[in-house]
């Protein structure tokens, strides 16, 4: 299991980003995909969830309204769109899912700034 994010960077106040995560070496369609955030010098947070068909998702509150989790199956991947983008949503952006165990990618770093 190897994840692995892309699409974060520098953005304006109300700007846009959408973040990618590839997950190949698992049936990807079979588990629950994850986003979460750490901010400096704060906890790690659940950000969005998505179930195995995209049927279903789920926001924290901060950010529901203004970002939008989905996945593509056939590309063994999901994305997470940020619209609406505000300085306190600057944090570096994890991946993840549990399998037997807990698997995360790398982090992509999101820094929102005029």
């Known amino acids: 299991v190897h994840l692995v994010e892309s699409g974060g960077g520098l953005a304006q106040p109300g700007g846009s980003l959408r973040l990618s995560c590839a997950a190949p070496?698992?049936?990807?369609?079979?588990?629950?995909m994850n986003w979460y955030r750490q901010a400096p010098g704060k906890e790690r947070e659940m950000v969005a969830i998505?179930?195995?068909?995209?049927?279903?998702?789920t926001y924290t509150e901060s950010v529901a309204g203004r970002f939008t989790i989905s996945r593509d199956n056939g590309k063994n991947t999901v994305y997470l769109q940020m619209n609406s983008l505000k300085p306190e949503d600057t944090a570096v952006y994890y991946c993840?899912?549990?399998?037997?165990?807990?698997?995360w990618g790398q982090g992509t770093q999101v820094t929102v700034s005029s």
């Open positions: 993840h899912v549990r399998l037997t165990g807990d698997y």
């Open positions: 070496g698992f049936t990807f369609n079979r588990y629950r």
């Open positions: 998505i179930d195995s068909s995209g049927a279903s998702t």
